[in-house]
């Protein structure tokens, strides 16, 4: 479960990344960023098992 977590944030960075410098897409890609960080972030608080 924590690596599908840890792939879906680097998915949702990616997809952040491309919209911010690509399309300019407003508030949506801002959402994804946010999601993955938390993502991220309780990856890190759970530890790396």
């Given at each position: ?33 946010v999601i993955a960080v ?12």
């Amino acid at each position: 479960m924590g690596s599908l977590l840890y792939l879906i944030a680097v998915i949702l960075i990616i997809a952040w990344l491309i919209g911010f410098l690509g399309y300019h897409a407003g508030g949506l890609i801002h959402i994804l960023l946010v999601i993955a960080v938390i993502a991220i972030l309780l990856r890190i608080i759970r530890g790396a098992s």
